[in-house]
């Protein structure tokens, strides 16, 4: 967690995750196939280099690290999604 990604979506909820990852949580690029479904590696190196050289890597980093320390803080102890677990098994008794 906290690391950009270079997201290539093969089938069923990948798509949907990498929609996420790119286009609402904005911490990754994702690959785009050319037509018949093949991706060069001169266009993988690409997608690398924009996620850890350029001006682009630095805001998915920062958001990738965004998206991480909410996750951590919703899991800690008093958290949102330590009180939502703790709702639901106090409701399955």
């Known amino acids: 967690m906290g690391v950009p990604m270079v997201i290539m979506p093969q089938w069923t909820n990948q798509t949907k995750d990498a929609k996420l990852v790119q286009g609402v949580w ?12 093949i991706v060069r590696k001169e266009e993988i190196e690409g997608y690398i280099r924009k996620v850890m050289e350029k001006e682009k890597g630095k805001e998915l980093k920062n958001n990738a690290i965004k998206w991480r320390d ?3 803080e919703a ?6 999604s330590d009180i939502n677990t703790y709702t639901f098994i106090s409701q399955l008794a």
Do not use: Q
């Open 70 to 72: 909410l996750a951590e």
């Open 26 to 37: 904005c911490m990754g690029v994702r690959v785009r196939p050319a037509g018949n479904g």
């Open 75 to 80: 899991a800690t102890e008093g958290g949102t």
